[in-house]
T-cell receptor, first 109, second 116 residues
């Protein structure tokens, strides 16, 4: 079955630094979604990518969908304490979404 | 719109007790889902309901049952709770139509369950 993998599992970042988290699927995806879960909260939708090679930005967050539509990345510039949380990618799987295990981000002030 | 609501927010059970987690959505979504989240394990799908009247097993269904009561409500039942079911449970819903465009999944606030 379809598997979605994310790396790294944990990311410890100095405030102000940049980092990237990666998502890889075992199958070609029609689209990919990203969610963010703050500590103690629930996952909240961030963005959806549909086209091959698509790049979308949300302020300091840049999301990219691979040319082969099997991988995606999230790049955060100038990390802030508000970026703390777990970021999940998810690919469609019939009526379900296959979620990656998430990248948990902590920030050192 | 309240979105997706879950009750209760917290629950402590003794081994062997039963309980039902309630979930409701007011967004007229077709599909509803139950996940559990354990440290380092991400979101694992327990059961889902693609549409009213249907339910299917996810990746970790053992020890659980579900009921899609109507389009709005999807409940999760633990018949005989075990310590291994200590977890955070999230309900979610999505407007997923066969052949339709991609759609966002909305999560409820979660139920934190401790089984002693």
């Amino acid at each position: 079955g379809q598997q979605v993998m994310q790396i790294p599992q944990y990311q410890h970042v100095q405030e102000g630094e940049d980092f990237t988290t990666y998502c890889n699927s075992s199958t070609t995806l029609s689209n990919i979604q990203w969610y963010k879960q703050r500590p103690g909260g629930h996952p909240v939708f961030l963005i959806q990518l549909v086209k091959s090679g698509e790049v979308k930005k949300q302020k300091r967050l840049t999301f990219q969908f691979g040319e082969a539509k099997k991988n995606s990345s999230l790049h955060i510039t100038a990390t802030q304490t508000t970026d703390v949380g777990t970021y999940f990618c998810a690919g469609p799987n019939d009526y379900k979404l296959s979620f990656g295990a998430g990248t948990t981000v902590t920030v050192r002030a | 719109n309240a979105g997706v609501t879950q009750t209760p927010k917290f629950q402590v059970l003794k081994t062997g007790q039963s309980m039902t987690l309630q979930c409701a959505q007011d967004m007229n979504h077709n599909s509803m889902y139950w996940y559990r989240q354990d440290p380092g394990m991400g979101l694992r799908l327990i059961y889902y309901s693609a549409s009213e009247g249907t339910t299917d097993k996810g990746e970790v269904p053992n020890g659980y049952n579900v009921s899609r009561l109507n389009k709005r409500e999807f409940s999760l039942r633990l018949e005989s709770a075990a310590p291994s079911q200590t977890s955070v449970y999230f309900c979610a819903s999505r407007r997923r139509l066969a052949g339709g465009p991609p759609s966002t999944q909305y999560f409820g606030p979660g139920t934190r369950l401790l089984v002693l």
